[in-house]
């Protein structure tokens, strides 16, 4: 394939902000990577401009995995997840350019369909459980088959999941700290069992649950939870505990059927390497922007096939358009396709990012153009600078820190 002649770095803000590469070749094919790290996007920008981007120049654009290993390997600090998400970009870019240079949607380069389309959920939340019905509800009326459930903690100002949008949610905020919210671990198991219940009982049994913790808990509490609602039947529990530490995951699966799902902060195969092999989760919720690209995650999720994992790739609207369509092509392909988290992008977002992928009954479609099928309006980004914002921080009523 013809060498790489240009590579350069798009921060913009439409709605949100999001840091993306793209690549030129000599013959004027371009490929789009996301890199946005929420809240921390310059950091990727810079390791991408200052490290990165000079060293593709001239470079084979089909060499993908030997360019990854370059990158990888070549730079002897390895993992973490800024070096890890300017590698995803650079990855998926080049995986976009090889498609359009086939004239083939990218799924078909990763071994074509495995299926018709891709399942996905949604973000149901409300800050009373008659509000969050109320979404719900709003879910399954446009086709949803699968919704993550979320509800306020009385006593809690703010609670991890209850948006302001409708069909978004959006924890970043702009300011030169980031907000601070009080939690209770005590409060939210007070009622989370009432909440998913009230959920199942309104909507029968054939609408897929979901509930994310997102790494509040510790391992027994997140134990009792799982058994406390296994009657209510989830399809997954979301990070109950920081699940860096591997072996936390055997407490819990030691108590509970209830399925677990995690790994939106991993970086690496090594991040959930253990969890896999000793089957100590159901689901890989790693991301193709934040694990390495196209190329990694692929390489994940065909150990976790071995082990009889199943994907669950995070889709917030903090990573761009072009990671959820790298995200649905690699959904088509692997044969271990669990479910795809789907939050809509603000108009404006999707304005910037006009994209070949659809929602229809359900399901998501990556569409059939050559590549990813994503395309980057440059003068409508420009129109988009910058806004610095950051994810809160939680702390509890003594004032001690707590996992956000
Ligand atoms: O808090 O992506 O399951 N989804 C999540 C997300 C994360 C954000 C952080 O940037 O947990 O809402
Ligand atoms: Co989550």
């Known amino acids: 394939m013809s060498r790489l002649a ?5 921060v913009t803000c439409p ?8 690549l030129t070749t ?26 990165v981007c000079p060293l593709l120049i001239g470079r084979d654009a089909g060499a993908i995995e030997d360019t990854w290993r370059y990158l990888y390997n070549g730079a002897y600090w390895r993992r973490g997840p800024v070096t890890m998400s300017a590698i995803a970009a650079v990855d998926t870019a080049l995986w976009d350019i090889k498609g359009k240079a086939a004239e083939m949607p990218v799924y078909e380069l990763l071994g074509g369909r495995c299926r018709a389309g891709v399942t996905v959920y949604g973000h149901a939340s409300g800050a009373t459980v008659d509000r969050l019905l109320e979404a719900v509800g709003r879910y399954v009326e446009l086709g949803y088959r699968a919704v993550r459930v979320q509800c306020g903690v009385p006593g809690l100002a703010a609670a991890y999941g209850v948006g302001r949008g409708e069909l978004f949610y959006e924890p970043a905020e702009g300011g030169a700290r980031p907000r601070e919210e009080l939690w209770s671990t005590a ?4 009622t989370v069992d009432e909440v998913l219940g009230a959920v199942r009982e309104r909507f029968g049994p054939e609408l897929e ?7 509040r808990l510790t391992p027994i509490e997140a134990a009792r939870l799982g058994k406390t609602v ?8 979301e ?34 390497e253990q969890l896999i092999r000793e089957q100590l989760i159901d689901f890989i919720r790693m991301s193709v922007a934040h694990s390495g690209g196209i190329t990694h995650l692929r390489r994940v999720l065909h150990l976790a096939e071995l082990h009889r994992v199943r994907s669950g790739f995070h889709g917030a609207t903090d990573l761009s358009p072009v990671c959820l369509a790298a995200a649905l092509h690699l959904d088509l392909a692997i044969p271990n396709f669990g479910l795809q988290e789907y939050m809509h992008h603000t108009p404006e977002t999707d ?16 569409g059939e153009e050559p590549g990813l099928g994503v395309i980057l309006d440059e003068d409508l980004a420009a129109r988009h600078p910058y806004e610095p914002a950051l994810l809160p921080v939680a702390r509890l009523a003594d004032g001690t820190m707590h996992d956000w």
Not at 15 to 22: D, E, Q, W, Y
């Open 6 to 10: 240009e590579a350069r770095v798009i």
């Open 15 to 22: 709605g949100r902000n999001f840091v993306t590469l793209k």
């Open 26 to 51: 000599e013959d004027g094919l371009t490929g789009l990577g996301d890199a946005t790290l929420n809240g921390r996007e310059l950091a990727v920008a810079a390791y991408l401009t200052e490290h």
């Open 187 to 190: 409060a939210y198991l007070s």
């Open 209 to 215: 649950l979901l509930h994310d913790a997102h790494h």
């Open 230 to 237: 296994e009657r209510h039947r989830l399809f997954w529990l």
């Open 239 to 272: 990070d109950p505990t920081p699940a860096e530490l591997q072996s936390t995951l055997r407490t819990i699966r030691a108590h509970t059927t209830t399925p677990l799902a995690v790994g939106e902060v991993f970086n690496s195969i090594w991040d959930c």
């Open 351 to 366: 304005a910037v990012f006009p994209h070949s992928y659809a929602f229809r009954d359900g399901m998501l479609h990556p």
